[in-house]
C-alpha cells in the first residue's frame, strides 16, 4: 500500500507541487503495483516538462506493508529569450504572435513543437509554401536559462512586376509580351491582394521555355536571350 508520496526535485527550476500530484495517479492509500509506477513516470515525461524523471518505491520503516513513493524529477530549463532569424516578410512581433512558448516559462517540448507547426501554417496559409523552418536552436545563457532562435528560410519567390524587351522593332512590346505568355500581371502592384493570389510569380524555367518558342536564341556566356 502507498503511505506517501514525495516529489524531490533537482535542478535551478522547481515547479509547483500541486499541479505535480495532479499529474500521476499513486496517492495514499491506494495499492502499490510496479506497473502503476511506471505509468506515472510514462505520465511525467508526456508533460514536456521533464529532462529527467526517475521514481522508486521505499518500505516505510515499521511496516513492510507500506511503500513511500519517490519520484525525482528534473525540470526543463526556461526560456530568457525568443529570437527569429531569416524572416524578411513578417517581422518578428507579427511572428511572435504565433508562438504558445513564451519568454520565462520551462522549455515545454510539447509547445515547442506546436508553436514551429503553427509557424509553417502561418506561412503555408499565405502562399509561402517554399517556406523552411527546421528545429530551433536552442542554447545555454550563464543564467541557468536558454535562448531559442527560429530559423526561417522563407525562400521568397522573385514576382514579375513588368517585362520589356529592348531593342524590338519588327514587333511591338505588347505582341512580344503575348507571344511568351508571362504571369505577369497589373494585379502585381496590389500588394495586399498579390500575398495571397500570388500573381506573377516568376517562373524561371517556364519564362526560358517560352521564349525559346517565341523564336529567342539563349546565350549561355551572357545569361541571356537575344
Not at 516505510?60 to 530549463?77: L, Q, W
Not at 529592348?166 to 495586399?192: C, E, K, M
Request: charged share 25%.
Amino acid at each position: 500500500e502507498v503511505n506517501n508520496v514525495i516529489f524531490k526535485q533537482q535542478g535551478i527550476n522547481h515547479l509547483s507541487e500541486v499541479p505535480l500530484a495532479s499529474q500521476v495517479r499513486m496517492h495514499r492509500g491506494l495499492q502499490f503495483t510496479r506497473a502503476a509506477l511506471d505509468d506515472d513516470i510514462k505520465r511525467l515525461h508526456a508533460t514536456g516538462n521533464f529532462a529527467d524523471v526517475a521514481a522508486e518505491a521505499v518500505p516505510v520503516e515499521g511496516d513492510s506493508n507500506k511503500v513511500d513513493v519517490i519520484f525525482t524529477v528534473t525540470a526543463r530549463p526556461r526560456i530568457g529569450s525568443i529570437q527569429f532569424s531569416g524572416n524578411a516578410k513578417f517581422p518578428s512581433h507579427e511572428l511572435g504572435r504565433e508562438l504558445v512558448i513564451s519568454e520565462g516559462a520551462i522549455l515545454n517540448d510539447i509547445a515547442l513543437r506546436e508553436s514551429i507547426s503553427k509557424l509553417r501554417k502561418f506561412y503555408r496559409d499565405r502562399g509561402y509554401r517554399d517556406a523552411v523552418i527546421p528545429p530551433p536552436a536552442i542554447v545555454p545563457d550563464k543564467d541557468g536559462n536558454v535562448t531559442v532562435t527560429i530559423k526561417i528560410e522563407e525562400h521568397l519567390r522573385l514576382k514579375v512586376h513588368d517585362v520589356k524587351f529592348a531593342g524590338a522593332t519588327v514587333f511591338s512590346q505588347w505582341d512580344l509580351r503575348h507571344s511568351i505568355a508571362t504571369r505577369f500581371s497589373y494585379l502585381n502592384y496590389l500588394p495586399f491582394i498579390n500575398d495571397y493570389l500570388n500573381h506573377g510569380l516568376l517562373d524561371r524555367p517556364e519564362l526560358e521555355r517560352k521564349l525559346s518558342e517565341a523564336g529567342f536564341e539563349y546565350n549561355s556566356q551572357q545569361n541571356q536571350f537575344r
